[in-house]
């Protein structure tokens, strides 16, 4: 056996070591309170939890934020402190920064930048980032990976596996073996830099027209599978602009640039950037547009799967069951009964509801803020009294994307006319237009083929 590979095997085992307690650990005493009776204190249990997982590195905080916006995926409790987890690790130091950038660069790696900042302007879950300044006097961001992620990533596809299991055995309401199998191709994914760097090319020719949504350009000579160096892009965090007051207007302006990068790929270009977390976007106050960040979770979808997310709108619209079933069926639910349909139809309404109308309007007009968590109490009980569902592997991002950004919407108080802007986009939709497209923008942004 090679030293990489005890190296690697090793590193899991130190990482089933620090999570393994924490993740089976807290499922049993769900199973506990679900078989036996046993009373335990839920929320203090997936508080323990939240701060484990918040303070390893690695993509378990990752993981636990994606399964929070996936109904029931995971218990109430624990979905809603896992929610709140930001991508905010503690940096490394200098030390590990040379060395990184010495075995990725060469030795003489400085003599690449006329300046490198030696303390991280941000820490996240897989790496951090260091601000830099080339000899062409160019401004990038330089995406150092943390040490041994291969092995982290896979002790917590491991120890998720796990849990997943556990809480199937005590809930079969939804079955999430396809939605596991997504999760661990984009985590691998994501290990590897120059693949990020081909995605963030491609974000760049899909918005390449759009000047309220600017993306950064990756430099290729300094990038490689464990570093991402890129244009350095100067902006705010939404959540501090939201606390700062900003008129209607302002907020009407970031939402409109929010719904343009996520929704103009999906409906043009059939590709989706399936991480809406706050850290991933800045605001430029000055232009009122956004900042796109972090392209390492993308999804690309087969034109169907557009085709479906167009149909069941059409089928919510209309109330036409027969083209719901059509829908359902082409987004990879296989053999639903007509109740179970009817209970998904249910989700459905929910997530297409603020598209019905023809007005400008909040993107909920609800004033219950758990409204989306009793919706989807409903539909967990709905599918439990009529034997379940199996989520298919193309559903999890999707849910993500209209999940977190609605929640983002609702943070800024938006005014929208949410009708009218999904009509730009999906007008004059055509399946084999779009094929051509992706293909056409994958080759020439050279985005490698997804498991």
Known sequence: MSDKRESTLFGEMRRMVQTSGA????AARVAGNRIFGMKTNKD?????????????KGPMMKVAQFLSTVPDALPEEY???LATLQANAPSMGWPF????????????????????????????????VHRATLHDGRQVACKLQYPDMPSVVEADLRQLKLAMQLYRRMDTSLDNEEAYQELQARLREELDYTREASQQRLYGLMLADEPSVQVPVPVEELTTKRLLTMSWLDGASIQRRIEEGPDQEERNAYARALFTAWYKPLYRFGVIHG????????????????NLLDFGTIRVFPPSF????????????????????????????KGLSRETMMVLWKWAEFLYEPLLQDRVRPIQESDDPLFGRRVAEEVHKGLK???????PREFPLMDRAAIGLGSVFLRLKAEMN??????????????????????????????PPSA
């Open 306 to 333: 557009v085709s479906g997310v167009i149909i069941l709108y059409e089928a919510v619209r209309d109330h036409d069951e027969a083209k719901a079933a059509h829908g359902f069926e082409t987004w990879g639910f």
């Open 385 to 391: 009294r009529t034997g379940g569902v199996r989520v």
């Open 79 to 81: 979905a809603r402190e």
């Open 44 to 56: 203090a249990h997936a508080e323990d939890l939240k701060k484990l997982l918040g303070g390893l």
């Open 275 to 290: 991480d809406p977390h706050l850290g991933n976007y800045q605001v430029r106050v000055a232009e009122r547009g956004i």
């Open 97 to 128: 920064v040379k060395r990184r950038m010495a075995a990725e660069l060469g030795n003489d790696w400085q003599g690449r930048f006329a300046s490198f900042a030696p303390e991280a302007a941000a820490a996240a879950s897989l790496g951090q």
């Open 418 to 447: 949410w009708h009218r802007m999904f009509m730009e986009l999906v007008e004059g939709f055509n399946e084999g237009e779009l094929a051509a497209r992706q293909a056409a923008a994958i080759a020439e942004a050279g985005v």
């Open 23 to 26: 993740v089976t650990g807290i």
